[in-house]
C-alpha cells in the first residue's frame, strides 16, 4: 500500500472517530473521543502538510486534555 492511501485512510479513521466523539451524550466519552480524532488528524495534517488542519486540530486536543483534567480534578475532589 502506498504511503498516500495509509494517511488517507488516516483521515478518514480521525473523520469517524469525530464523528463518533459527537454522537455522546458523556462529556468525558466525547472529549476523550474527540482528543483521539483530532490527535490523528494532526498526524494526518502533518504528514500531507496541511499545516493548518495540524494546527486547528492541535489546539483541539489541547482544550480535550485540559476540560478532561478540569473533570477528573473535580471527580477527585468530589470523592
Do not use: C
Request: hydrophobic share 60%.
Amino acid at each position: 500500500m502506498e504511503m498516500a492511501t495509509v494517511w488517507e485512510w488516516v483521515g478518514y479513521a480521525a473523520s469517524i472517530v469525530v464523528a463518533y466523539s459527537l454522537m455522546m451524550s458523556d462529556i468525558k466519552k466525547l472529549r476523550w473521543w474527540n482528543l483521539v480524532g483530532a490527535a490523528l488528524f494532526v498526524a494526518y495534517g502533518l504528514a500531507i502538510s496541511a499545516y493548518p488542519v495540524a494546527l486547528v486540530n492541535g489546539f483541539i486536543v489541547f482544550i480535550d486534555a485540559y476540560y478532561l483534567y478540569k473533570i477528573y480534578q473535580h471527580e477527585a475532589a468530589q470523592a
